[in-house]
């Protein structure tokens, strides 16, 4: 009697009970996570470029904004002559048809009201510019 060999053969299953586990663990950590991540503001912020500007026709369109409130605009007439909301916007937008791609930044002082920059950012806006950038000084400078 010969006696017949049985091979038994590999296991090829997958214990998948593990890899359920983690996907738990990471699913209640994204749950947590999750909410935390949304509370912030969405805000676009600057980019400075290192290469200074070397062309005088890539001037940018400066509006200062002073601690009374009022408007200064350093193109188109008396850079240090007050100017009101219509005329800012007139003076932006003529700007901006000759150069639709002119950086626009906004100077305001330390202790103007925050809703008079942002007045006159909308202004900006309604003059065409689709970017506005807000100056500052960098900090030890200045006085």
């Excluded at 890899?19 to 980019?47: C, K, S």
């Amino acid at each position: 009697m010969a006696r017949q060999r049985t091979r038994k053969r590999p296991m090829s299953e997958i214990n998948v009970v593990p890899y359920i586990d983690v996907m738990l663990v990471m699913l209640v950590i994204f749950m947590i996570t999750a909410p935390l991540l949304n509370q912030g503001v969405d805000v676009e912020l600057p980019q400075a470029e290192s290469a200074p500007m070397d062309d005088a026709s890539k001037e940018p369109l400066v509006l200062s904004v002073d601690a009374a409130g009022r408007y200064y605009l350093n193109i188109g007439g008396d850079p240090e002559e007050a100017i009101d909301a219509d005329t800012l916007v007139l003076r932006a937008a003529a700007v901006l048809r000759r150069r639709p791609n002119a950086t626009v930044l906004v100077r305001g002082d330390a202790n103007v009201d925050y809703g008079k920059v942002v007045f006159a950012m909308s202004l900006l806006q309604q003059a065409g510019a689709r970017k506005v950038g807000l100056v500052t000084e960098p900090i030890g400078e200045g006085g």
